[in-house]
């Protein structure tokens, strides 16, 4: 098989596990009593697997099949860059709220972040899932411009 393939197989599934992930800490804050210990776990898994989308998806870019002169002049590349840098700034809020809440937890055992903590928390991830949606027609439209 190809570079090309092998790259293309790898991105899809990193950013299935990236889904996965943002579920996972969707489902969690939904919980009457936060497990803050694997949210904060989950963001971190969700972080690494943004980074390696992203390192993936620049390896697809300079050594795919396609190669850079067919991303640098299309606008949905640079639609699903522009989502993708949204979606990693809007989730700064919750990975900063993850690591804190995790932390008072071990010196306060029993301890749950309070309602006005959780909504604005919340709110970013649902951003961010309500996001990807744009971001895989971007890719889908990005795949199918011709260069």
Do not use: C
Not at 120 to 126: I, N, T
């Amino acid at each position: 098989m190809s570079v090309d393939l092998w790259l293309a197989v790898l991105h899809h599934l990193l950013f299935l596990g990236l889904i996965a992930m943002l579920v996972s800490e969707a489902t969690l804050l939904r919980s009457v009593d936060v497990d803050v210990a694997r949210l904060s776990r989950i963001d971190l898994g969700y972080g690494l697997a943004a980074l390696l989308v992203f390192g993936v998806g620049l390896a697809r870019v300079f050594y795919g099949g396609k190669g850079w002169a067919f991303y640098q002049d299309n606008p949905w590349f640079w639609a699903k860059i522009a989502t993708f840098v949204l979606i990693g700034l809007i989730s700064i809020l919750p990975t900063m709220k993850f690591t804190a809440w995790a932390k008072r937890r071990r010196h306060e055992p029993g301890w749950s972040p309070p309602a006005s903590e959780l909504r604005p928390v919340r709110r970013a991830v649902m951003v961010s899932m309500v996001l990807l949606a744009p971001l895989l027609g971007f890719a889908a439209a990005m795949a199918r411009h011709a260069s």
